[in-house]
């Protein structure tokens, strides 16, 4: 089993990178967040990987942080998402925003992400729920969100903002903001 490849940055073609560990090229299929983090060509680079072994090809993923891929090997043992689907889903969100939506069950989120559809989406949600969201959910390095706040960010998603905007819009709000209330103010600091 090969855990960890360190060596220098030989090629990328995404989303596979060569990495050249002393002669040695291994070609390393990573999510997005991973790529877009890699150094120069020729740089040092330093990749944990997960090793597919399947009747017709070997395959190496890599992953810059532990936590991405304990996330992509959680994400492959569910039935009917392979390896692929996984680093889509990886290159789609965040770990982070991954176990946010698993513990706010927000399919919605999950679908935005090219290849997900609403029923891969909820088998995804069902059978991570209380396994990946719990364990990486202290990850999200920003405060905790209440009811109110959820309800709030899940109204705009469903009106089309993106993460973003839902989420500088629910750090505008007042704390002690009702969900009606704070709809209202969060779609009027929006639309400025």
């Given at each position: 089993m090969i855990g960890r490849l360190q060596g220098q940055l030989a090629a990328t073609n995404p989303p596979q990178v060569l990495v050249d560990c002393h002669g040695v090229g291994y070609e390393v299929d990573v999510p997005m967040s991973t790529f877009y983090n890699l150094p120069e060509l020729g740089g040092a680079v330093t990749l944990l990987t997960h090793f597919v072994v399947r009747e017709d090809a070997q395959i190496l993923f890599g992953f810059a942080?532990?936590?991405?891929?304990?996330?992509f090997r959680q994400l492959i043992k569910i039935t009917g998402v392979g390896?692929?689907?996984?680093?889509?889903?990886?290159?789609g969100m965040s770990v982070a925003d991954l176990a946010q939506a698993i513990t706010q069950q927000a399919v919605g989120r999950l679908t935005k992400v090219p290849g997900i559809g609403k029923k891969t989406a909820e088998r995804l949600l069902l059978e991570l729920k209380g396994k990946l969201g719990a364990d990486l959910g202290d990850?999200?390095?920003?405060?905790?969100?209440?009811?109110?706040?959820?309800?709030i960010q899940q109204a705009l998603l469903a009106l089309g903002y993106n993460?973003?905007?839902?989420?500088?819009?629910?750090?505008?709000?007042?704390?002690d903001v009702g969900v009606n209330e704070g709809i209202k103010l969060a779609l009027k600091s929006l639309a400025k």
């Open positions: 942080t532990a936590q991405e891929r304990e996330a390896p692929r689907m996984a680093l889509s889903l990886l290159s990850l999200n390095s920003g405060p905790a969100h209440s009811d109110v706040q959820s309800d993460d973003k905007e839902a989420a500088a819009a629910l750090k505008a709000l007042p704390p």
